[in-house]
Nanobody, 115 residues
Framework: QVQLVESGGGLVQAGGSLRLSCVAS????????MSWYRQTPGKQRELVALITNNDRTRYGDFVKGRFTISRDNAKNTVYLQMNSRQPEDTAVYYCNASRPVTNYWGQGTQVTVSS
């Protein structure tokens, strides 16, 4: 059974930092591209950051150097370090594992940034 379990969400003040983690099981972790998406009520889910199986990264335009995605294949874990958080970063953040023929999602973790 595939599981992606996010953790690290919570309440942070504007300008603060937070690190999200996603532990994967039931997949060949190192073969998957891993991503973080976020979603707010009434809006489509949008890509925050992606890291490929060979460590190439891509970020949403709104990130502007504030976030860093990384992965630890030995721990089946992907991280999202978020710095300089702003109230507009408030959202549910989802972990995603993808290959050409498979696509899995975690349950999401709420991140709230207070002004």
């Amino acid at each position: 059974q595939v599981q992606l379990v996010e953790s690290g969400g919570g309440l942070v003040q504007a300008g603060g930092s937070l690190r999200l983690s996603c532990v994967a099981s039931g997949i060949s972790f190192r073969s998957n591209a891993m991503s973080w998406y976020r979603q707010t009520p009434g809006k489509q889910r949008e890509l925050v950051a992606l890291i490929t199986n060979n460590d190439r990264t891509r970020y949403g335009d709104f990130v502007k150097g504030r976030f860093t995605i990384s992965r630890d294949n030995a721990k089946n874990t992907v991280y999202l370090q978020m710095n300089s958080r702003q109230p507009e970063d408030t959202a549910v953040y989802y972990c995603n594992a993808s290959r050409p023929v498979t696509n899995y999602w975690g349950q999401g973790t709420q991140v709230t940034v207070s002004s």
